[in-house]
């Protein structure tokens, strides 16, 4: 390494130290907090999700369908319950999330949402060309754009990768491979304490994918999708407001 | 929402542009004349390319990406000593030729290169880039529309920009082979002038050298569902400069 490139990083360097009192660190997104017994602010297991479905049409438009999906009655926040954040639990429900997006039941479209519940966010991709990056190939799908005004993430951790087999619509009978992410949004401010009334943070985040090329011979090409969300405070549903489960039937 | 992305869209490029390389060289904006200086061209910038390496991308209906590379010139691709220079008010009309023969909807002429991806291109020849995005939902950033379609990375191990320049964004009409309705894709091509440095000294004649050019290509993307928001899309190419640049 040359002796030029060497104090640039060690200039970017120092640069990162001068902002860490205002950006504080970008964690990962892999994080574990909910199984992280060392988290004990962070035991909070969403009870609804918000689900992102994208695909590509042939006209090249991007379709976003969203939905918000809460476990058991829409219409009682205080009657949701946990969902289990078990990865055979997690993969059922985008399963069945991207089977009712393909239908077209979306509630909107799009991204730059307003998130109000601590919850799952679900991203999966209808494209058997288009994969998320994973952690198992140490990228990570959704990286946090400090640069473009994001806030570091403080709030998004207990993301799991997965490859959902879905219908091929183009071999009937057959199955394709979808790629998805599941990340935890924990409602957090910084100092890891929830969002408090009022409170509103803004993320930039960029999705980054690996594009597989019409010629099988080539490699792949990273291609970047850069939504925003907002996470806006205080979180709804605390769990002081959900109703004890129902005791068991007497004998 | 919307607007405040843009802006920061705006500023994550500004701030590239801001941004110096190893050397501590500033890292030029593309749409910089220097050829096309309004006075007549900057001193050491007033070589006129005798080609242009072309890049045809499209999604086909996998979802996958078609990247065909192509070589034009004018005059016999295989006798450099006849061709001709191109001039820049020339290269949007040659560009819409090119688009069209990239659809391959007939024999090509330049026929497509067996390159097939935006990673480590390698360019040896003072010239023309242009990349076209055949795709009517999928269009390039503008400076027209206040935003840059190209911007380079000066990241560790990369160049910062000293030369590339001229940079035109072109929308190209051309017709819908499914609608046969003519509709509106973009391109855009600047120059490379091959300079070794900030000082636009050239690559000298040994031993030869190359330099690293990353880089990235914003567009916007229509969504399916009618609305007047898009969302960007990124791709982040790199590119080789390998001087000495052959002649012509």
């Known amino acids: 390494m040359s002796l030029a490139i060497t104090t640039f990083i060690e200039a970017l360097a120092d640069r990162e130290q001068q902002l860490l009192p205002e950006t504080a660190v970008d964690a990962p997104i892999y994080e574990f907090r909910l199984k992280d017994p060392q988290k004990e602010k962070f035991k909070y297991t969403p009870r609804c999700v918000y689900f992102y479905y994208l695909r590509l049409e042939a006209s090249g438009a991007l379709t976003i369908w969203k939905h918000f999906w809460p476990n058991v009655d829409p219409n009682n926040s205080k009657k949701w319950l946990p969902i289990n954040n078990n990865r055979s639990n997690l993969k059922k429900i985008i399963t069945e999330r991207a089977t009712f997006a393909r239908k077209g039941q979306g509630q909107g479209f799009g991204f730059g949402d307003t998130w109000k519940h601590k919850s799952y966010i679900m991203i999966f991709i209808d494209e058997k060309a288009w994969t998320l990056h994973k952690e198992d190939h140490d990228k990570a799908p959704v990286v946090f754009n400090i640069s473009q005004g994001s806030k570091p993430n403080h709030s998004f951790f207990d993301a799991e990768d997965f490859v959902i087999d879905m219908p091929d619509p183009d071999n009937i009978g057959q199955t394709m491979q979808c790629s998805a992410v599941s990340i935890v949004n924990h409602m957090k401010k910084e100092d890891e304490e929830d969002l408090a009334s009022g409170d509103s943070e803004f993320f930039h985040f960029d999705l980054f994918f690996e594009v597989a090329p019409s010629n099988g011979t080539a490699s792949s090409m990273t291609v970047i999708i850069d939504p925003t969300g907002t996470n806006q405070g205080p979180p709804e549903d605390p769990p002081g407001l959900i109703d004890p489960p129902a005791p068991p039937p007497q004998p | ?248």
């Open chain 2, 1 to 248: 929402m919307l607007e405040a992305r843009e802006s920061q869209i705006q500023e994550l490029v500004a701030e590239e542009l801001a941004a110096t390389g190893a050397s501590g060289a500033p890292n030029h904006d593309i749409y910089e004349a220097r050829l096309t200086a309004p006075g007549g061209p900057a001193p050491g910038f007033d070589y006129v390319p005798y080609c242009i390496y072309f890049y045809y991308v499209r999604v086909d209906n996998s979802g996958k990406l078609r990247i065909d590379h192509y070589f034009d010139c004018d005059g016999p691709s295989d006798d450099p000593t006849q061709w001709q220079p191109i001039p820049y008010a020339a290269v949007p009309g040659r560009l819409r030729n090119l688009a069209l023969n990239g659809r391959r909807l007939a024999p090509t002429s330049p026929a497509p290169l067996p390159d097939h991806n935006f990673d480590n291109i390698v360019w040896s020849r003072r010239s023309y880039i242009a990349f076209f995005f055949d795709e009517v939902n999928w269009q390039f950033h503008t400076r027209g529309g206040g935003r840059s379609a190209v911007a380079f990375k000066p990241r560790p191990g990369a160049h910062p920009n000293h030369t590339f320049f001229d940079a035109q964004d072109v929308p190209l009409v051309l017709p819908n082979n499914f609608t046969g309705i003519d509709d509106t894709r973009s391109a855009i091509f600047f120059v490379n002038h091959m300079k070794k440095n900030e000082n636009g000294n050239d690559f000298p004649p040994t031993p030869p050298e190359s330099q690293l050019f990353e880089f990235e290509m914003f567009l916007k993307v229509q969504f399916a569902e009618t609305s007047p928001n898009t969302l960007t899309v990124i791709f982040d190419p790199t590119g080789t400069n390998q001087g000495p640049p052959e002649t012509p």
